[in-house]
């Protein structure tokens, strides 16, 4: 296609010519700020998926790559695609926990710890799998390839219980397990990417005491520590007693074992991400979603963005982003620093100044996702799990590996 696809003719003059990709669908979003009908919050709202006027549900899957602004034909580049790659039906095998381990070129993640559907949580941990990415690139051209990528089970010595958030650490992969019941505290977890998948615990007390659920972790690529978020989920899923600390963002420092309180104030405090030099946190706060106790729309579902003052500590707490629909759950961001958070409907893309770029539109849940290097990406939609192919490169992997 040569010309635009913008939706709504009267601003076709104001268009220049672009090729846009297969796959795409450009969104003006002055045709968004004046509608016809806006409805009470009783049928819109943060639970809702919101279509632009004249976009069908099918029209706004068949072209999942959403483009609101054109920085983002440099994201997602002259020919995204993405692809299905795996269907579990009701059980939310693609959850968290998106980590690329390169020698392998593998993908891991994990299965939801605590939904029913799951039967995880208190009487049984969740499950961590992986793919082999050269079997999704061999589908990426199809829309719906379920069946034909193997989703393998590992089983982690000892195993890592109630799996969330994880990322690369020093050439392994560290897990913030949630914890289950009274007895097993919510840990973090580093575990050898390969056979055995031999674990070691590397936190799970701050001073004697048990963590409330850990939920993510990301390592700043400046001073290499160990940053993670400590949250309600495991208790608001009923698999952790009562919470006894606040919610805050925790700092360990591996070569000291010193580990620090650095940020409070949050309602749930949920994915977290560094820009890719380091100066700038990213910590996601998704209390708006109390999990079994439902909704509470006046709480957060945004991103809020730290500076990281050269000693680790943070400053300059400030909202980045309110998203909709859903909440912000796993973040990530790409070399460029732009930053990419799984929500309720597919992938979100800001620029560092908070602006909307556009949407890998998958028109569910998305936990979490992750970079799979340059130009490929991994997508956790609960029981979808999606492979796709784009322009941009995730900054994880480039940073996040500090020499031992
Ligand atoms: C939110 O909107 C959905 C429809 O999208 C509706 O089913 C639900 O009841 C609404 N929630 C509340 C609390 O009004
Ligand atoms: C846990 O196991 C008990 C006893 O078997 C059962 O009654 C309960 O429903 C299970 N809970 C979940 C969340 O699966
Ligand atoms: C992909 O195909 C599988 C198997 O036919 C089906 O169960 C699943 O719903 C499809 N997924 C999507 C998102 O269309
Ligand atoms: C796994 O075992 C190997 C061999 O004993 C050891 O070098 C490595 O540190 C272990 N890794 C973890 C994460 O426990
Ligand atoms: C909803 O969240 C707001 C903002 O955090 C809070 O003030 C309010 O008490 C919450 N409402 C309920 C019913 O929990």
């Given at each position: 296609?040569?010309?635009p696809?913008?939706?709504?003719?009267?601003?076709?003059?104001e268009a220049y010519?672009?090729?846009v990709?297969?796959?795409?669908l450009?969104?003006?979003?002055?045709n968004?700020?004046a509608?016809?009908?806006?409805?009470?919050?009783?049928?819109s709202?943060?639970?809702?998926?919101f279509?632009?006027?004249?976009?069908?549900?099918?029209?706004?899957?068949?072209?999942?790559?959403?483009?609101?602004?054109?920085?983002?034909?440099?994201i997602i580049?002259?020919n995204?695609?993405l692809?299905v790659?795996?269907?579990?039906?009701?059980?939310?095998?693609?959850?968290?926990?998106?980590?690329?381990?390169?020698?392998?070129?593998e993908?891991?993640?994990?299965?939801?710890a605590?939904?029913?559907?799951?039967?995880?949580g208190?009487?049984?941990?969740?499950?961590?799998?992986?793919?082999?990415?050269?079997?999704?690139?061999?589908?990426?051209t199809?829309?719906n390839?379920?069946?034909?990528?193997?989703?393998?089970?590992?089983?982690a010595n000892?195993?890592?219980?109630?799996s969330n958030?994880a990322?690369?650490?020093?050439?392994q992969?560290?897990?913030?397990?949630?914890g289950?019941?009274?007895n097993?505290?919510?840990?973090l977890?580093?575990?050898?990417?390969?056979?055995?998948?031999?674990?070691?615990v590397?936190?799970?007390?701050?001073?004697?005491?048990?963590f409330?659920?850990?939920n993510d972790?990301a390592?700043?690529?400046?001073?290499?520590?160990?940053?993670?978020t400590?949250?309600?989920?495991g208790?608001?899923?009923?698999?952790?007693p009562?919470?006894?600390?606040?919610?805050?963002?925790?700092?360990?420092?591996?070569?000291?074992?010193?580990?620090?309180?650095?940020?409070?104030g949050?309602?749930?405090?949920?994915g977290?991400?560094f820009?890719?030099?380091?100066s700038?946190?990213?910590?996601?706060?998704t209390?708006?979603?109390?999990?079994?106790?439902?909704?509470?729309?006046?709480?957060p579902?945004?991103?809020y963005?730290?500076?990281v003052?050269?000693?680790?500590?943070f400053?300059?707490?400030?909202?980045?982003?309110?998203v909709?629909p859903?909440?912000?759950?796993?973040?990530?961001?790409?070399?460029?620093g732009?930053?990419?958070?799984?929500?309720?409907?597919?992938?979100?893309?800001?620029?560092?100044?908070g602006?909307l770029?556009?949407?890998?539109?998958?028109g569910?849940?998305?936990a979490?996702?992750?970079?799979?290097?340059?130009?490929?990406?991994?997508i956790?939609?609960?029981t979808?799990?999606?492979?796709a192919?784009?322009?941009?490169?995730?900054s994880?992997?480039?940073?996040?590996m500090?020499?031992?």
């Amino acid at each position: 296609m040569l010309l635009p696809l913008l939706l709504g003719s009267s601003l076709m003059s104001e268009a220049y010519s672009r090729t846009v990709p297969q796959q795409a669908l450009v969104v003006d979003q002055r045709n968004l700020n004046a509608l016809n009908t806006v409805p009470p919050p009783s049928v819109s709202n943060l639970t809702s998926i919101f279509f632009p006027p004249g976009v069908t549900e099918d029209e706004a899957l068949a072209r999942p790559f959403h483009v609101y602004d054109d920085a983002f034909y440099d994201i997602i580049g002259p020919n995204p695609t993405l692809t299905v790659i795996a269907s579990e039906g009701v059980n939310p095998l693609f959850h968290e926990a998106v980590v690329w381990y390169p020698p392998t070129d593998e993908v891991f993640f994990v299965q939801n710890a605590g939904a029913k559907a799951a039967g995880t949580g208190l009487n049984k941990s969740n499950q961590i799998l992986k793919i082999s990415l050269s079997q999704a690139a061999a589908v990426s051209t199809e829309r719906n390839a379920s069946g034909r990528v193997d989703v393998v089970p590992i089983t982690a010595n000892p195993a890592v219980i109630n799996s969330n958030g994880a990322t690369n650490y020093r050439g392994q992969v560290v897990f913030a397990g949630e914890g289950q019941g009274n007895n097993t505290p919510p840990a973090l977890y580093v575990m050898n990417p390969v056979e055995p998948y031999n674990t070691t615990v590397l936190l799970n007390n701050y001073f004697g005491r048990q963590f409330n659920s850990l939920n993510d972790v990301a390592i700043n690529p400046r001073n290499g520590d160990v940053y993670f978020t400590d949250t309600l989920y495991g208790y608001l899923q009923h698999f952790r007693p009562p919470p006894a600390f606040p919610n805050q963002v925790y700092r360990l420092n591996p070569s000291t074992g010193a580990v620090t309180a650095v940020a409070d104030g949050f309602e749930l405090p949920n994915g977290i991400t560094f820009s890719p030099d380091g100066s700038y946190a990213y910590v996601a706060d998704t209390g708006a979603q109390y999990a079994f106790y439902g909704y509470n729309f006046t709480a957060p579902a945004s991103i809020y963005r730290y500076t990281v003052e050269s000693d680790g500590t943070f400053s300059n707490r400030k909202l980045f982003s309110y998203v909709s629909p859903g909440i912000p759950d796993g973040i990530h961001c790409d070399t460029n620093g732009n930053v990419y958070s799984g929500v309720g409907d597919g992938v979100h893309v800001w620029n560092p100044s908070g602006i909307l770029l556009g949407k890998i539109f998958v028109g569910m849940t998305t936990a979490n996702f992750n970079f799979a290097g340059k130009g490929r990406m991994v997508i956790c939609a609960e029981t979808e799990l999606y492979y796709a192919t784009l322009a941009a490169e995730g900054s994880v992997v480039a940073s996040e590996m500090p020499p031992m």
